[in-house]
């Protein structure tokens, strides 16, 4: 089953729009929720995190959005460019017994058109 | 180099095969994970290991053998590789906490 759900699959906005993808998560074990960033041919790449005890966090132009009584949480990019064109990924952590499971979802396809 | 190194790259290989995919850290991270991407489903852990000779199932651990002899390598094994296991090969390192984990650049596995 998919601890981590993501959506939508695929966004297309125009330069300057701000894409928002969701996530959703059951298990109340998870404490810390990144997002990672992927272009093609490489790995995933840190992007930004949140802790639950946080309801919002500012990077640059990335904003985390967390609702831990809905067990949602979701990224917003604002301006987007098409530099921004990538899949992203969010991630739910579990820190059990000394060691950490991340738990991704399935991943958001962005392509930003100029 | 400094950072996470996989190889191969590419590798095809032919159903019943062993192939092994090495993953190399220089930071001495106690925490690694190897991931399989797939289309439609994101990266699913296969197996993670918090320190030498300290390893456990992941999600989808079936088909896979993991070591850690040193703290710097963390090889994954296809015992007789099957054609559900193309895919890409993502392996990782952390260090202790809610830190970021790094990511290698992955393995382009095809199983024939």
């Known amino acids: 089953q998919q601890q981590v759900k993501q959506s939508p699959q695929s966004l297309i906005v125009q330069k300057g729009g701000i894409p928002i993808i969701n996530c959703a998560y059951e298990?109340?074990?998870?404490?810390?929720f990144p997002w990672y960033q992927q272009f093609p041919g490489k790995g995933p790449a840190l992007l930004i995190a949140?802790?639950?005890?946080?309801s919002e966090k500012k990077e640059g132009r990335f904003t985390i959005s967390f609702n831990k009584s809905a067990k949602q949480f979701s990224l917003h990019i604002m301006d987007s460019q098409p530099g921004d064109s990538a899949t992203y990924f969010c991630?739910?952590?579990?820190?059990?017994?000394?060691?950490?499971?991340?738990?991704f979802g399935t991943g958001t396809r962005l392509k930003v058109l100029a | 180099d400094a950072g996470i190194t996989q190889s191969p790259r590419y590798k095809i290989t032919e159903t019943g095969r062993q192939v092994t995919l090495m993953c190399h850290q220089t930071?001495?991270?106690?925490?690694m994970f190897w991931y399989r991407q797939d289309l439609g489903h994101g990266l699913r852990l296969i197996y993670y290991?918090?320190?030498?000779?300290?390893?456990d199932k992941g999600e989808v651990p079936d088909g896979y053998v993991v070591s850690r002899s040193k703290t710097e390598n963390f090889p994954l094994t296809l015992e007789s590789a099957t054609r559900s296991q193309t895919s890409v090969y993502f392996c990782?390192?952390?260090?202790?906490?809610?830190?970021?984990?790094?990511f290698g650049q992955g393995t382009r596995l095809t199983v024939v």
């Open positions: 990782a390192s952390k260090t202790g906490g809610n830190t970021e984990a790094f």
């Open positions: 298990n109340t074990a998870f404490d810390y």
């Open positions: 949140i802790r639950p005890d946080v």
């Open positions: 991630a739910a952590v579990e820190a059990t017994s000394g060691t950490y499971k991340y738990i």
């Open positions: 930071w001495s991270h106690s925490y």
């Open positions: 290991s918090a320190a030498a000779d300290i390893t």
